[in-house]
């Protein structure tokens, strides 16, 4: 812990036996709840991407009151994984089964002309 601010990846999640959907939940609660905030972004030492930088917060005090400050993380918008940001999971899934049966297709069509 520096200043209040926590490094603690995924990769080392993992090692403890905490799976990435886990880590990312209880990241995600512990804002909810107002124990920590996001503090910035930061390259990851040479790999591609970038971290998360959390750090401690007193929001945690006032959970349950009105005065009591609401924040999330914000969602990925990269569009990556399995869902296609422009044609919705389901679309996405049809088009790379139609992708890939023309290209079974295509090599059936292939070895029959050999």
Known sequence: M????????CEQAAKW???QKRFTRAIDQLIDRGFLDIAGHEPR???P???TVYALS???RAWGTPDFEPAERPKDQRGIGLRDPKRGWMKAKRRRQQEQDAADENDRETQGTD
Request: glycine share 20%.
């Open 2 to 9: 520096d200043e209040g601010r926590l490094t603690f990846t």
């Open 17 to 19: 036996g905490i799976s």
């Open 45 to 47: 030492n040479g790999e």
């Open 49 to 51: 991407g970038v971290r």
């Open 58 to 60: 007193n929001r945690w």
